[in-house]
C-alpha cells in the first residue's frame, strides 16, 4: 500500500507568517490528494481536493499544490484562527491512507 | 443543511460486537459514496470502509483484517458500520463522511462529516 508521510509533524509560527506543510506519498499519486483542517475538539473540515482546488468556502489564504509523490498546503498569512492539526488524503484508489498529521501552533 | 449523525457508540468488552449507524438528511443520501473513518485517543485520523452509492463496491482498510463490515440502506437514508471481535485498540471516535464525485466519476475527498460516535473497548 501507498504511505502518506507529512513533514514537520509540528510547527509553531507567528501570526502573518506564511506556513507551508509537506505530504509525501510513497508511489504516484497523480493529483489525488485532499487536505483537511481539525480544530482541536472538532471534526475535520475538508479544505482542498485535487492536490490545489479549494473546497467552497475555504480563506484564500489555504493553497495546495503538487502532484505525483510531493505535495504542500501553503497558509499565505497565519490567523489565529488557523490553529489546528492539518492531515493529507490520498485518493487514487482504495486504502484512502491519511498521512499522521501536522499541527499547526501560534508562537 | 447537509447532516450526518452517528450513533451507536458505548463500551463493550474485547471480543464484543457493536453496529454504528450514520443517519444522513438535507441531501440524496443514494448518489453518494459513504465512507467511515476513525480517530483514538490523541491520534491521528485512520480511514477505515467506504461503500458505493448503490452499495456494490466496498474497500476497507487492510488493518482491520476482515472484522468490520461496512453497508448502507438508501430506502432509510443510513449507513452502517457492524464491528466484531473488537480490541482495545479499536477504542475511537467514529465518523461517517460523505464522498462526492466529480464529474469523471472519481471521489476526491469527504466533503460532510458527522459529529461522531465514541467506542470504547475495555474489560
Known amino acids: 500500500d501507498i504511505q502518506m508521510t507529512q513533514s514537520p509533524s509540528s510547527l509553531s509560527a507567528s501570526v502573518g507568517d506564511r506556513v507551508t506543510i509537506t505530504c509525501r506519498a510513497s508511489?504516484?499519486?497523480?493529483?489525488?490528494l485532499a487536505w483537511y483542517q481539525q480544530k482541536p475538539g472538532k471534526v475535520p473540515n475538508f479544505l482542498i481536493y485535487?492536490?490545489?482546488t479549494l473546497q467552497s468556502g475555504v480563506p484564500s489564504r489555504f493553497s495546495g499544490s503538487g502532484s505525483g509523490t510531493d505535495f504542500t498546503l501553503t497558509i499565505s498569512s497565519l490567523q489565529p484562527e488557523d490553529v489546528a492539526t492539518y492531515y493529507c488524503q490520498k485518493f487514487d484508489s482504495a486504502p484512502w491512507t491519511f498521512g499522521q498529521g501536522t499541527k499547526v501552533e501560534i508562537k | 443543511q447537509e447532516q450526518l449523525v452517528e450513533s451507536g457508540g458505548g463500551l463493550v468488552k474485547p471480543g464484543g460486537s457493536l453496529r454504528l449507524s450514520c443517519a444522513a438528511s438535507?441531501?440524496?443520501?443514494?448518489?453518494?459514496?459513504m465512507s467511515w473513518t476513525r480517530q483514538a485517543p490523541g491520534k491521528g485520523l485512520e480511514w477505515i470502509s467506504y461503500?458505493?452509492?448503490?452499495?456494490?463496491?466496498?474497500y476497507y482498510a487492510d488493518s482491520l483484517q476482515g472484522r468490520f463490515t461496512i453497508s448502507r440502506d438508501n430506502t432509510k437514508n443510513s449507513l452502517y458500520l457492524q464491528m466484531h471481535s473488537l480490541r482495545v485498540e479499536d477504542t475511537a471516535v467514529y465518523y461517517c463522511?460523505?464522498?462526492?464525485?466529480?464529474?469523471?466519476?472519481?471521489?476526491?475527498?469527504?466533503?460532510?462529516w458527522g459529529q461522531g460516535t465514541t467506542v470504547s473497548v475495555s474489560s
Open positions: 461503500i458505493s452509492s448503490g452499495g456494490s463496491t466496498i
Open positions: 463522511a460523505r464522498v462526492p464525485l466529480n464529474y469523471g466519476g472519481y471521489y476526491y475527498g469527504m466533503d460532510v
Open positions: 438535507g441531501f440524496t443520501f443514494s448518489d453518494y459514496y
Open positions: 485535487a492536490a490545489s
Open positions: 508511489q504516484d499519486i497523480s493529483n489525488s
